[in-house]
């Protein structure tokens, strides 16, 4: 079972990339009044698009995506299309997709040095995973802290449950995968599978079919 990822980085965000957007996507892209947020939100819209047309041989204007979120029925959900499994991540300079054949989750976060991980670990860790930060400091601190918050972010987005009230063992058959980017960014993949995934790493836009 093979998972691909693909990343690119928010500089390659242009705005004519809204012309294959969907009303719905138009409209959340209006609503962005940070420019880096703006781009990140387009650049993943139009990767997802790019990325499925190429697979399904469809311009990617027409290709049709559900965001419909179970609990409210707003369109900020998991983006789903028929025919294949995704997730979409964005975080500082970077966004990734993450395509499968199964349910697949992908998180990305910037290293941020003046993160309150003690605040955070609290609420968002097990006593184990609290113990295992407690041997590192500084920088390795917020590495090793975002590094267990991307893998419950990615299976969370896997599963589709929404974030746990108390923090819990990843349950079995999800298989994690910490992700290498670049140092500034942590980043996991999960998919649920009883088989640890093939990953297979792309730079958007390298290709020019992408
Ligand atoms: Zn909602």
């Known amino acids: ?22 009303e719905v996507e138009r409209e959340r892209l209006a ?16 990767m997802v698009r790019r990325l499925l047309a190429a697979r399904f041989s469809l311009p990617a204007a027409s290709i ?3 965001r419909t979120c179970p609990r409210c029925g707003k369109p900020h959900g998991k983006v789903r299309t028929d025919g294949v499994e995704l997730s979409v991540t964005h975080a500082g300079d970077l966004v990734g997709v993450a395509i499968g ?31 295992e930060l ?22 969370v987005k896997a599963t589709g449950e929404g974030l746990p009230a108390k923090p819990r063992k990843i349950t ?12 500034d960014h942590v980043a996991a993949l999960a998919v649920v599978s009883a088989e640890p995934p093939v990953v297979r790493t792309f730079r958007f836009g390298s290709d020019p079919r992408r």
């Open 101 to 131: 054949d199964r349910p697949v989750g992908i998180d990305v976060e910037k290293v941020d040095p003046h993160l309150d991980i003690a605040g955070l670990a609290q609420v968002a860790l097990t006593p184990e995973e609290i113990h």
């Open 172 to 183: 079995a058959g999800i298989q994690l995968e910490d992700l290498d980017v670049d140092p």
């Open 31 to 46: 609503a962005y009044t940070q420019p880096e947020a703006r781009a990140r939100f387009l650049l993943g819209c139009t």
């Open 64 to 66: 049709r995506l559900d």
């Open 134 to 155: 407690s041997g590192v400091d500084g920088r390795e601190k917020v590495h090793a802290f975002l590094t267990y918050w991307t893998r419950r972010e990615a299976a």
């Open 1 to 22: 079972m093979t998972v691909d990822v693909w990343w690119a980085r928010i500089d390659q965000a242009r705005d004519e990339f809204a012309a294959d957007l969907d």
